[in-house]
């Protein structure tokens, strides 16, 4: 049973308390391929915390994902937007073995960049991945 998404400043987030963490990472990288999206980068957080800082950490995973077309037409319209690009999914496992997925809402951008070009692109992708969040 999942519970209703949730507005964070930018972006959004979704409890799955029935979800395990592997099942969430599965399901959130094949709802981000049905939207067209592809995961470029993987970073396991806990695995580095652990490495790097021998840090006992949850279970945490920044899924980096891109959209081709949409990289396309934003990068077109500000090169400089590879700052801000991909668009990161994280998953992170709760403190009763349930998951959270939290997506970046690409309008965020805006917080920092000024250009109306963007903003179509912005509004497709903020859309596809609200879909996939929907769908969790």
Do not use: H
Not at 4 to 32: C, H, M, N
Not at 39 to 67: H, P, Q, S
Not at 70 to 97: F, K, Y
């Amino acid at each position: 049973m999942s519970t209703a998404t949730a507005q964070i400043k930018y972006g959004w987030e979704k409890a799955l308390p029935a979800t395990s963490f592997e099942d969430a990472v599965t399901r959130v990288t094949e709802l981000l391929k049905e939207e067209g999206f592809g995961v470029l980068t993987e970073i396991d957080v806990k695995t580095t915390m652990k490495k790097k800082l021998d840090l006992d950490f949850r279970k945490y995973v920044i899924l980096g994902a891109c959209n081709p077309p949409l990289a396309a037409r934003a990068l077109q319209a500000e090169p400089q937007i590879g700052l801000m690009l991909p668009c990161n999914v994280v998953v992170q496992e709760d403190e009763n073995n349930g998951s959270i997925v939290s997506i970046i809402d690409p309008k965020a951008m805006f917080l920092f960049i000024e250009n109306d070009g963007l903003k179509p692109v912005a509004a497709e992708a903020e859309e596809k991945l609200q879909r996939v969040l929907n769908k969790l």
